[in-house]
């Protein structure tokens, strides 16, 4: 089955610098890789998602990054503010399967 | 976004009785949800896969017979955790695949329940 791995599990920035979360996927039939951010005791939201036809995909202060040929992919955000401190969680799918596999997941702290 | 609820939010319960979780896909048909459980600190342990209209796939090592799942419709999937002992205290979260939104893979999580059991 699919392994998801994660890192950091920790980070702590200073506002306004940008934060780097990195996942690697081992099956190959993955091809939709969605990040979710989690508030202490609320749901997991999703925040941004990439399907393997895209290299990159960016919103506003988000962006992810994918290689498939490598089996990794990032989550960049720019701009860092107080808010957006929660665990964020990188997750890997097979288009057309229904299974979700969810990574670690990263407790990021912004720094005001 | 599409909306998925669960209910109760909080439940405390005694040590062996059995609790009922629902969730709910309020603006779309959800032909798959997913039942995680969650410790403190920690990622989203996917349970079962609960298919409309069959049985739920369990993951290896969930024991079928304390989690019941039944997808009776295709807005309507509920978690009963039978018999339930401290150690089933956890959050638990469904999540359901709204098949209109982005390729039939996005996933949609609901506000998730908080299980004590003393």
């Known amino acids: 089955g699919e392994n998801v791995e994660q890192h950091p599990s920790t980070l702590s920035v200073q506002e306004g610098d940008s934060a780097v979360i990195k996942c690697t996927y081992s099956d190959s039939a993955s091809n939709y890789f969605p990040w979710y951010k989690q508030e202490l005791g609320k749901r997991p939201q999703l925040i941004i998602d990439i399907r393997s036809n895209v290299g990159e995909k960016k919103d506003q202060r988000i962006a992810v990054t994918l290689n498939k040929t490598a089996k990794h992919f990032s989550l960049h955000i720019t701009e860092t503010q107080p808010e957006d401190s929660a665990v964020y969680f990188c997750a890997a799918s097979p288009l057309g399967y229904q299974k979700v596999t969810f990574g670690t997941g990263t407790k990021l702290q912004v720094i005001p | 976004g599409a909306v998925v609820s669960q209910h109760p939010s909080w439940v405390i319960c005694k040590s062996g009785t059995s609790v009922k979780i629902e969730c709910r896909s309020l603006d779309f048909q959800a032909t798959t949800m997913f039942w995680y459980r969650q410790f403190p600190k920690q990622s989203l342990m996917l349970m079962a896969t609960s298919n409309e209209g069959s049985k739920a796939t369990y993951e290896q090592g969930v024991e079928k017979d304390k989690f019941l799942i039944n997808h009776a419709s295709l807005t309507l999937s509920t978690l009963t955790v039978t018999s339930a002992h401290p150690e089933d205290s956890s959050f638990y979260i469904c999540?359901?695949?709204?098949?209109?939104?982005?390729?039939?893979?996005?996933?949609?999580f609901g506000e998730g329940s908080w299980l004590t059991v003393v």
């Open positions: 999540s359901a695949r709204d098949p209109w939104q982005g390729a039939g893979n996005t996933i949609y």
